[in-house]
């Protein structure tokens, strides 16, 4: 009796300590990559871009990086707190894809954020009237 005791208390221990079924979320999420779905309310499908383009915000290193339909962008980011965003200038590399309108317009929009939103799913970008400016969602591997 005393052992079977012993051994549900021991198979307790074990499963309740396992980790494996457990799924695992980053929480800073700040360090996911954020794929773009909309630009000022318009779906990005909508476009014309080489690649969809991307977005990741490092909290840490105070940078971000990603890509805005065409090159590749990075910079620093001014403010990053727990509502407020501000990003400080973009550098990118400069290939032509052709129609660059879109690319610009996203650098553009990107230097006016103030606010953001985001959650597991979703990162909300916003001018200082709270106005969406840019919506993402996490890219899923």
């Given at each position: 009796m005393n052992s079977r005791i012993g051994l549900f208390l021991i198979c307790a221990?074990?499963?309740t300590s396992c980790n494996c079924?457990?799924?695992?979320v980053?929480?800073?999420i700040t360090l996911d990559i954020w794929k773009l779905q909309t630009i000022a309310g318009k779906n990005i499908a909508t476009f014309k871009?080489?690649?969809h383009p991307i977005l990741t915000l490092d909290k840490e290193k105070m940078q971000f990086y990603g890509n805005n339909g065409c090159n590749s962008i990075f910079g620093k980011l001014k403010t990053y707190?727990?509502?407020r965003l501000e990003i400080g200038a973009i550098n990118s590399t400069r290939?032509?894809?052709g129609n660059m309108e879109t690319p610009?317009?996203?650098?553009?929009?990107?230097k006016k954020v103030s606010f953001y939103e985001m959650n597991t799913e979703k990162l909300i970008l916003k001018d200082t009237n709270k106005t969406i400016l840019l919506t993402f969602s996490l890219?899923?591997?």
């Open positions: 221990i074990i499963f079924t457990k799924k695992k980053n929480k800073d871009v080489a690649q707190t727990k509502n290939i032509s894809c610009y317009k996203i650098e553009s929009l990107l890219k899923k591997e």
